[in-house]
């Protein structure tokens, strides 16, 4: 018997792609010669770069 494919537990976030957070340079530099960052989230997954799968509704029709 071949293995089955199981669906995925969690959907990647259609607005980042799976990226939920980025560091973007400010343009400063650092005394030990660094470059300064700040860290940005994704606003629909919060930063975790999933979004949970849609339930769908016992009953209803599509």
């Given at each position: ?37 700040t860290g ?23």
């Amino acid at each position: 018997m071949m293995p089955r494919p199981t669906a995925p537990h969690a959907r990647i976030c259609r607005d980042c792609h799976g990226f939920g957070r980025a560091h973007i340079a400010t343009g400063l530099t650092r005394p030990d010669g660094t470059r300064d960052t700040t860290g940005v989230n994704c606003q629909t997954c919060h930063g975790l770069g999933t979004v949970a799968r849609p339930v769908a509704l016992v009953g209803s029709r599509a």
